[in-house]
């Protein structure tokens, strides 16, 4: 999904929604023989089953976009927070770099510019919004 636009094509999508579903089933099969083993090697976190929604949902995108006739889907990472999550200790790290008098005003400042540089950096991306 990483290599792709805003736009999959619904016959691609199928496709990644197919392996996702085989990635969440052979991990699955994985945590369960280190458990009967007795094992601790694979943390199964709540997140599996939003990962399990989100390979549905797309499969069946495709689905209703081939049905149309429209041959696009959108790609999940469009309404992902990965991009906010990866943020997370800017704003502390932007704070420690200004005067304690205007820190509010500052280090929303900063982060606009931040948010500026990177929106920039994001145009300059090749794959665009356009799957060709």
């Known amino acids: 999904m990483y ?14 929604g197919k392996h996702w579903l085989l990635f969440l089933q052979q991990y699955t099969l994985a945590t369960s023989i280190v458990y009967s083993r007795g094992l601790n090697r694979f943390a199964v976190i709540p997140k599996l089953l939003m990962l399990h929604h989100g390979a549905l949902r797309l499969i069946r995108e495709a689905q209703r976009a081939e049905e149309d006739g429209t041959i696009w889907t959108i790609n999940p990472l469009a309404e992902s927070v990965q991009l906010q999550e990866d943020r997370i200790g800017r704003p502390s790290r932007l704070s420690r770099r200004v005067s304690p008098r205007q820190i509010h005003l500052r280090v929303c400042q900063r982060s606009l510019i931040s948010v500026m540089q990177f929106l920039k950096r994001a145009d300059a991306d090749q ?3 356009f799957a060709i």
């Open 3 to 16: 290599h792709e636009g805003f736009f999959i094509r619904s016959s691609r999508a199928m496709k990644i």
């Open 127 to 129: 794959r665009g919004l």
